[in-house]
């Protein structure tokens, strides 16, 4: 039984780090959420595959239970990212850290997040004194938006 539970969560960590592999962007999971993501992935696409192809230990059924796996657990990593983080598949918004979203603090780790945020933030600031040395900004107004930035706001 032991053995049976330990295949599963070492094959989900597999299959759902080839998933997060196949989807290009950063996707800062935790290892659960990997696990989670290559297990939902490996019943739905396993089970659409083992349907079509058979479930007979021959190779090639097998390789294509795998498959299946990683296309569905693919898919519902494609999902997650445009549904619920917003974020587009391609272009340069796909390569940018996910912000955190009501409800799911918890899922992804935030340590990615904050070094982004810290590496925006001080680009901000020095594009903000690029403004107010051209004139384009008062003081006030530098000092407050400078403010604004600091408070993470």
Same mark, same amino acid.
């Given at each position: 039984? !032991? *053995? /049976?539970?330990?295949?599963?969560?070492?094959?989900?960590?597999?299959? %759902? &780090?080839?998933?997060?592999?196949?989807?290009?962007?950063?996707?800062?999971?935790? &290892?659960?959420?990997?696990?989670? !993501?290559?297990?939902? %992935?490996?019943?739905?696409?396993?089970?659409? /595959?083992? /349907?079509?192809?058979?479930? $007979?230990?021959?190779? %090639?059924?097998?390789?294509?239970?795998?498959?299946?796996?990683?296309?569905?657990?693919?898919?519902?990593?494609?999902?997650?990212?445009?549904?619920?983080?917003?974020?587009?598949?391609?272009?340069?918004?796909?390569?940018?850290?996910?912000?955190?979203?009501?409800?799911? *603090?918890? !899922?992804?780790?935030?340590?990615?997040?904050?070094?982004?945020?810290?590496?925006?933030?001080?680009?901000? !600031? +020095? +594009?903000?004194? $690029?403004?107010?040395?051209?004139? &384009?900004?008062?003081?006030?107004?530098?000092? /407050? +938006? +400078?403010?604004?930035?600091?408070?993470?706001?």
């Amino acid at each position: 039984m !032991l *053995g /049976a539970i330990l295949q599963v969560l070492i094959s989900g960590f597999v299959i %759902g &780090v080839l998933a997060r592999w196949a989807v290009p962007g950063p996707d800062p999971m935790s &290892v659960p959420m990997t696990i989670v !993501l290559g297990v939902f %992935g490996s019943f739905i696409g396993g089970g659409i /595959a083992g /349907a079509i192809f058979g479930v $007979e230990q021959d190779s %090639g059924s097998v390789f294509a239970i795998l498959i299946g796996s990683i296309l569905a657990a693919t898919a519902l990593l494609v999902g997650y990212r445009r549904f619920v983080q917003h974020r587009p598949l391609t272009g340069p918004d796909a390569y940018r850290p996910p912000g955190q979203r009501a409800g799911m *603090g918890n !899922l992804f780790g935030s340590p990615a997040k904050r070094a982004y945020e810290r590496g925006n933030v001080a680009d901000q !600031l +020095k +594009k903000l004194g $690029e403004l107010r040395d051209q004139g &384009v900004l008062t003081d006030e107004e530098f000092e /407050a +938006k +400078k403010a604004q930035l600091l408070a993470g706001r």
